[in-house]
């Protein structure tokens, strides 16, 4: 659409509001002047606090030189997936762009954005993505049915075989079931329904999640708790949930098995400034409520870390690389979204999960269903 005029035109203090990004105007000597609503949520405080603050004092960057780099107000500086800490937060990752403004010497403009925002934060699945996943649809049925018979065959060979070859025939069996339960892999993964979701409560779905991977795996790794009890419940499918959280906790156990001292740990906290953007809402959808499992392995491999969540990509020699598809696609059709990261100082890999809150949805919902009535 073409405004006609430019009194229709939104004045620039609108438009900076409206963005996604977290946007920061800066004073000489890189202190904050002014934040939009997405800086707001991203540093966890309001305007007015922050005005007057020197940035230093707020975020607190991995990259020792960036800081000073940034002193030199007239250079454009873009730095991708650097290490960042907010408060008393754990460090995370983040995207920054800082430019002067033109005509006021020494005031610049920064935008800051969390990796997952701009790569896992999409409403629709990429067409590549849906391409991959839809091969199973086309293939299931002509391959599993010849599995079948190829079983079938084996079976009966071992029982005119002697003991001593019957090993063989076995391993056909095997290797049969074996590719089978691959491809009822893969059809998970292309499955255009959704399960229903409801209002949950978060921990004990958690919980129970944490059962099941103690009670099968008692290898002597330890789990910790660190839970917010005060968290209200979540908009998910509790069945999907246990099977995302049991994935995640099981290759968490997996990955620091061989630490001196394993470590998992469970938490689930409010962290504000993810939302889900979509043109089918009228308003980003906040995910304000935080998953993360964390473990003290060495960490994923840096060869595959950007497509870990992508079919066939894995990190483990005996792995399928579906484990980790399988669960962005659960966590999706919840309307939530997951995302990775790595803190090298402190040697901790976490999975974090973000999900919106069950009556805040459902008011959305209500407010779209009006609409379109």
Not at 252 to 265: Q, W
């Amino acid at each position: 659409m073409i405004l006609s005029g430019s009194n229709d035109l939104p004045d620039a203090a609108s438009q900076i509001a409206s963005l996604p990004q977290a946007v920061i105007l800066l004073r000489p000597g890189l202190r904050i002047a002014s934040v939009n609503a997405a800086a707001e949520q991203l540093l966890g405080q309001g305007a007015r606090r922050l005005s007057g603050k020197a940035l230093s004092a707020v975020i607190e960057f991995g990259e020792s030189r960036l800081i000073e780099m940034m002193r030199d107000s007239d250079v454009q500086i873009s730095a991708r997936d650097i290490a960042a800490k907010i408060g008393k937060s754990d460090a995370a990752r983040l995207n920054l762009a800082i430019a002067p403004v033109i005509g006021h010497d020494g005031w610049q403009i920064l935008t800051l954005t969390a990796p997952a925002e701009l790569e896992g934060l999409e409403a629709d699945e990429s067409e590549r993505d849906n391409n991959a996943l839809r091969a199973p649809e086309i293939l299931a049925h002509e391959i599993k049915n010849p599995l079948a018979g190829i079983r079938g065959a084996a079976q009966l060979l071992a029982r005119k075989l002697r003991a001593k070859d019957r090993s063989l025939a076995e391993l056909i069996a095997d290797e049969v079931d074996r590719i089978a339960q691959l491809i009822d892999q893969m059809q998970s993964l292309s499955r255009r329904t959704r399960e229903p979701a409801r209002p949950i409560n978060l921990h004990v779905a958690v919980r129970r999640a944490l059962q099941v991977v103690e009670a099968s795996n008692p290898d002597g790794v330890r789990i910790v708790e660190e839970f917010d009890p005060s968290l209200p419940e979540v908009m998910a499918n509790n069945d999907a949930l246990m099977q995302v959280l049991i994935n995640l906790l099981t290759n968490a156990r997996e990955a620091c098995s061989g630490s001196a001292k394993p470590l998992v740990t469970v938490r689930t906290r409010f962290a504000s400034g993810i939302a889900l953007h979509s043109q089918s809402r009228l308003s980003p959808l906040r995910l304000p409520i935080e998953i993360a499992v964390s473990d003290n392995g060495p960490g994923i491999d840096p060869a595959v870390r950007e497509h870990i969540f992508e079919p066939f990509v894995t990190s483990k020699k005996s792995g399928q690389g579906l484990g980790l598809a399988l669960v962005r696609k659960l966590i999706r059709d919840m309307d939530g979204r997951i995302s990775h990261d790595r803190d090298e100082i402190a040697g901790i890999t976490s999975f974090r999960i973000h999900l919106p809150v069950a009556e805040v949805l459902a008011t959305a919902n209500h407010k779209t269903e009006e609409i379109e009535s």
